[in-house]
């Protein structure tokens, strides 16, 4: 299988699904990370929080856009090789866009193409990063989907692109079953409590956006932590699929046909985090 993720910024990619990311390299699944701008502008920690100091790093506080972008770029590298991302795309846009744009588009249409995804990963366009470059790269995304899916090799010299699933992340509705809410809710859960510590040092190269070491484990507590309990596993990444699924016969996974409804809880919170995988 080959997953294809497609997100706005250099670590969208690793928060929103590094853990699964991890699982799927060790199955040998083929993953590539298309990124659609530099991310230069987007938590630019390291060189704001310089300028605030008595006496600060003349090379950090003066950096320019494109040391700022280099480093971006090594720190995703090195996550991307610690979860088993084979390729790392990126199209470098700046990251203030706040509009569709028909040429980013049909960039991504392009890539789609090439690469001839199985299955797409991206942001859920109604998280909470609503109207900012988050859900503008969700709504590029799904447009670029279907125009990937009209080419004709007779009119554009290439054939359509056969996606089978899309999986959205990012929406915060981890509530237990479909009555809740009317409906709205993550749909699909995906147990990552096995390669936790690997998101955990994929997200400590993001040392120059502050995503490292005490960010990292709060965030993979909370957020990851909230949709384990919702999996009833320790930690989890949560998805919505985008198309139906057709099934031979009832879909019940073999989690749910082994959870134990009376110590689900308990087994839920056995991972300490910060004494497993301590701040480096």
Known sequence: MKIMTIYAHPADTITNCGGTLALHAQRDDEIVALILSHGGRIHANKYAEEWRKANPDGDVATAGLDDIVANKKDELDRAASILGIGKVITLDHDDTYATVHEDVVEEIAEQIAAEQPDVVIADHPRSPAWFDAHSVATGMALAALSRAGTYLRNLDGRDEVPVRQVFLTGLPVFNLDALSLNGLRNDCYIDITGVVGTKLAAMDQFVSQGYHGLFA????????????????????????????????????????????????????????????????
């Open 217 to 280: 484990r709060k965030l993979v507590e909370s957020y990851n932590g909230e949709a384990g309990r919702a999996a009833g596993v320790n930690f989890a990444e949560a998805f919505v699929r985008l198309y139906n699924e057709t099934h031979g016969a009832l879909p019940v996974t073999e989690a749910a046909l082994a959870a134990d409804p009376l110590t689900r809880h308990i087994a839920y919170s056995s991972v300490n985090l910060r004494g497993s995988y301590p701040v480096p």
